[in-house]
């Protein structure tokens, strides 16, 4: 019984993923699908060992097309529509019968069941019709085919495949296809009542798969096996089970690595304009929001005037939301906050109050709605590294928080602007003695800040939405990161948002996503009551003012 | 003079106390028609307002007068607001819509089977008063031991003030933390048996938000004009050297950080029976900053300036969100940056000019001097 279930569930698999496949056939193809249909209305007619020869002749043919009527015609659902003589795949569907093209898949409405005559199948035909859909998508020319037809095979387990998958196995070019024929090959070995040599080989063949799919097969030999085969595939299971342990912590800190690329993101401004010069800016998370609006502008832009520049629309954001965000920055300190040096709480609410009225501008400019912000080709999509799925969107978010941390670290312990600006914080009266402008300093290095917002808006504005409030939800998570990480210092920032972003995904799981944050805000109050100058704090008499 | 108010204080007091009996006479005496009718909608809006000019009382305690710029005061005005909300919801008994006498109408919704813990009580006023002053007390007092012993002092402290209210806000959030989530508690009936609708139960709880915040005010003048309330200042305008010379300075910061809790825990229960609703959205940080921009505009260290503030903006408030609903947040926003930077003492500051007695000079310490030398 579950071994005819098993059958039309792979051959249903099967047939479906490959009428996706056939909707893309090319033009050139359409004389072989003439012949393959007179082969199928040929069905109608023939008797039983005209049918299986014709069969046959299908799988030899190797034209994929002729899988759904193969399927349709296993599962008694290929029918001659008695109006025209025309062989139809007809499906029941409560009362009616659902026609449809058996080659195309074209619709043809509904049918009644007394205009249909059923073409007859019995088992033996069953068996050829099966081995016929495996042999024409295991012996595919398409690798993709072949490789979902493996995948099939293996989550069916069938043993009437294996002969199948022997040939497709000695032909098989693509190295990964060939495995995964081998695990199909073992797994539907496991089903069979070949010698426990047999079965051992096959036990080794899954296990080195190491997937939750490999788990169950396994766990069903176990439960069904004995003697040696029963321990291999407990063994297999325990090791399997390690496996997939250490899969789920790398998966989360990988996870984790990618939150903490966020916040290192979102923080890497605060950490100049706070950490360095010591300026509470509230304003901070609306730099960010302006990146995002840059980004969103240039890709208007682009989609109006020169659509085929849109996948280097970051490329061109990029630049621009660094001088946009910059210049406002430098706008903020010369008419602001240089009059505010020195009164910290003071400049924590004059910037707060142009947090607000920045958010109203891009209001009123934008409007409320979120904006749609389109990613590039290159950062869609998705990749698989062992048992992690990664996408690439997040994968290039990383690689940028990365390179914006690197280029700041260089820039500030490597040019004579980061001197000057090390110079000022450190000692600004004697900064001054020796000819540095201070208060141009202190402008540039505000801009820096700002500006490195902006740029992280740009890659922010592809992981959230692009509305007036996009900033807000950044703040206290960024002054977070800061703290935490230790005022005045880079790498205490790329640290604690690391840290920050694992230790939120690590909590996920047992908490939930919003008791885990208010979680790590507990932790977070609590480290700075034990290390009022966060993680790595500096020393020195400059820390006492 | 008593009690050392000085002359603003004084006519502070006596408005207050004219407005608590004047306004809800001239509103449940006089016909609508009448011109000298007060319409109950500008009872209930000053009402508000004076809640907001309580929480701006207790802001400026700590604020102007400790140097302690608390970014989470809304968060203890939100508990206290709870804390009676939760008494109005035992109230509603069985006339919720699930007409279920002891579970409100978001734990039957929830599929909740029984009374949480922590809401056993509630059913008593008295019990529901006591825990406006204790909870936010208790809170503050936890927080500001842990603060004030570490020494976490100025910008530091407001971040994790501001941290304190936003963990609140993403709890208070959740269904499961039993307070009745996103929607918060609403639909409130009757306090004491008495229609809270009633034009009588609006007029009287505006009458005892006025003696809230007088009594309010008092008590915040009693504690600067003491011994304790000179070293409070001593202690805001050079912490390091109070501490030298013997004081304990974390003992003072934690007692007026708990009383000043305590009275934004009493302006957030004045609150909530006259607006109906508590939810999450009081937590909000914006909330609490938005509280310390009233009290710069009236002026900080003065008292009676914050509680002017917390009005004036108000006011001005509801008529922008009427009228200019698009501007509003301009105007916010760029009253935050004109207050800093031309009026460093609020509005008061304009009408006490400098040369003003020298015994008032204990209202107008020299606020920014200090932390600038600090910072050279």
Redesign the interface.
């Known amino acids: 019984m579950s071994f005819w279930t098993n059958a039309r569930r792979a051959v249903l698999v099967v047939s479906v993923l490959i009428g996706c496949q056939i909707l893309g056939l090319p033009a050139a193809a359409l004389a072989d699908a003439d012949a393959v249909r007179a082969k199928i209305e040929a069905l109608a007619t023939a008797d039983f060992a005209a049918k299986e020869a014709i069969v046959t002749e299908l799988a030899a043919m190797g034209d994929a097309a002729a899988v759904p009527a193969l399927r349709a015609f296993g599962d008694g659902d290929l029918q001659l529509r008695k109006s025209d003589g025309k062989v139809v795949i007809a499906v029941r569907d409560g009362k009616v019968y659902k026609a449809s093209d058996p080659i195309t898949g074209e619709d043809f409405g509904e049918v009644d069941r007394k205009l249909l005559d059923k073409i007859r199948v019995n088992n033996n035909l069953r068996r050829a019709v099966r081995a016929a859909i495996g042999s024409l998508t295991l012996l595919s020319k398409d690798p993709e085919i072949r490789r979902q037809a493996a995948e099939s095979v293996l989550k069916s387990r069938d043993p009437s495949a294996i002969d199948t998958l022997d040939e497709a196995i000695a032909a098989e070019t693509e190295a990964d296809v060939r495995l995964l024929m081998e695990q199909a090959k073992a797994a539907a070995v496991l089903q069979t009542d070949r010698p426990a040599a047999d079965k051992l080989a096959a036990v080794q063949v899954i296990a080195a798969r190491g997937d939750q799919e490999a788990k169950d097969i396994l766990a069903a030999l176990a439960a069904s096996a004995d003697g040696d085969v029963k321990t291999a595939a407990a063994e297999a299971i325990a090791k399997i089970e390690q496996s997939l342990v250490l899969w789920a912590a790398v998966q989360n800190v990988w996870y984790g690595l990618s939150l903490g690329s966020v916040l290192l993101l979102a923080a890497i401004g605060l950490a100049i304009t706070f950490g360095v010069m010591g300026v509470i800016n509230m304003a901070h998370g609306e730099m960010v929001m302006i990146g995002a609006y840059v980004t969103f502008m240039v890709q208007e832009l682009i989609r109006t005037s020169a659509p085929w520049l849109f996948d280097v629309s970051l490329l061109i954001a990029l630049p621009l939301a660094f001088l946009t965000a910059g210049a406002v920055g430098v706008a903020i300190e010369r008419g602001i906050i240089r009059w505010l040096y020195g009164r910290p709480l003071e400049t924590l609410l004059a910037t707060w109050g142009l947090s607000l009225i920045l958010q109203q501008a891009v209001r009123s400019l934008f409007g409320p709605t979120n904006r749609e912000v389109g990613a590039p080709s290159w950062m869609s999509g998705a990749f698989d590294l062992g048992g992690l799925t990664l996408t690439y969107g997040r994968v290039w978010i990383i690689v940028f928080a990365i390179a914006v941390f690197a280029l700041l670290v260089v820039v500030l312990r490597r040019t004579a602007f980061g001197l000057q600006m090390r110079a000022v914080t450190q000692n600004r009266r004697m900064a001054s003695s020796m000819g540095i402008r201070t208060t141009w300093v202190d402008a540039l290095t505000f801009g820096l800040g700002s500006g490195v917002a902006g740029v992280a808006g740009v890659a922010l504005s592809q992981i959230d939405n692009v509305s007036p409030n996009l900033g807000q939800s950044y703040i206290i998570d960024s002054f977070m990161v800061v703290v935490f990480g230790g005022v005045g210092n880079l790498w205490g920032t790329l640290v604690g948002a690391l840290t920050l972003g694992v230790v939120n995904k690590f909590l996920e799981p047992y908490a939930g996503a919003v008791l885990g944050k208010i979680l790590v805000l507990v932790f977070i109050i609590l480290f700075i009551q034990k290390r009022p100058r966060g993680m790595f704090a500096l020393k020195g008499r400059a820390v006492e003012s | 003079m008593p009690l050392g108010l000085g002359r603003v204080g004084v006519v502070f007091l006596v408005v207050l106390a004219v407005a608590a009996v004047a306004v809800p006479v001239l509103n449940l005496t006089f016909p609508p028609q009448s011109a000298w009718h007060v319409p109950t909608t500008t009872v209930v809006l000053f009402g508000k307002y004076l809640c907001y000019a309580l929480l701006a009382l207790s802001i400026d305690l700590v604020w102007g007068y400790c140097g302690i ?1 608390s970014l989470g005061h809304g968060a203890f005005f939100a508990l206290g607001g709870y804390a009676i909300g939760m008494h109005l919801m035992r109230e509603i008994g069985s006339r919720g819509v699930y007409g279920n006498p002891v579970l409100p109408d978001f734990m039957v919704f929830l599929n909740w089977k029984e009374l949480p813990w922590y809401w056993y009580g509630f059913d008593h006023l008295w019990f529901a008063v006591l825990m406006v002053l204790l909870v936010p007390g208790a809170l503050a007092f936890v ?1 500001g031991a ?2 004030f ?4 002092t ?3 402290l ?3 003030t ?3 209210t ?2 609140l806000l ?2 208070f ?2 269904n499961d933390m039993g307070f009745g989530g996103n929607n918060g508690l609403t639909d409130f009936k009757d306090v004491l048996g008495i229609d809270l609708q009633k034009d009588s139960t609006r007029a009287g709880l505006f009458a005892l938000s006025a003696i809230a915040l007088g009594a309010g005010f008092l008590v915040c003048r009693a504690i600067v004009s003491s011994k304790l309330g000179k070293v409070l200042v001593a202690v805001r305008d050079a912490e390091s050297r109070t501490r030298f010379i013997g004081y304990r300075v974390e003992h003072y910061k934690l007692f007026v950080f708990t009383v000043s809790a305590m009275m934004a825990g009493v302006a957030g229960a004045l609150y909530v029976p006259q607006v109906g609703i508590i939810n999450p959205s009081e937590f909000a ?2 909330n609490s ?1 938005e509280a ?2 009233w009290v ?1 505009v009236g002026g900080r260290g003065t008292l009676v300036g914050a509680a002017l503030g917390a009005v004036v903006v108000n006011v001005g408030k509801s008529w922008f969100t009427g009228a200019l609903p ?5 105007a ?6 004109f ?3 031309f009026l ?1 003492k609020g509005l008061l500051g304009l009408v006490r000019p400098r040369t003003a007695k020298p015994a008032a000079a204990v209202d107008e310490p020299p606020v ?1 001097a200090p ?2 030398r ?3």
């Open positions: 710029l927080f842990f603060a012993r570490s020494r976490v100025g910008v530091y407001s971040i994790i501001q941290a304190m936003y963990a993403l709890a959030f959740r940080p914006a900053i310390v921009i710069a698009e501007l509003w947040l301009f916010l926003g760029g009253l935050f940056v207050v800093t930077l460093p920014e932390e600038r600090a910072a050279e």
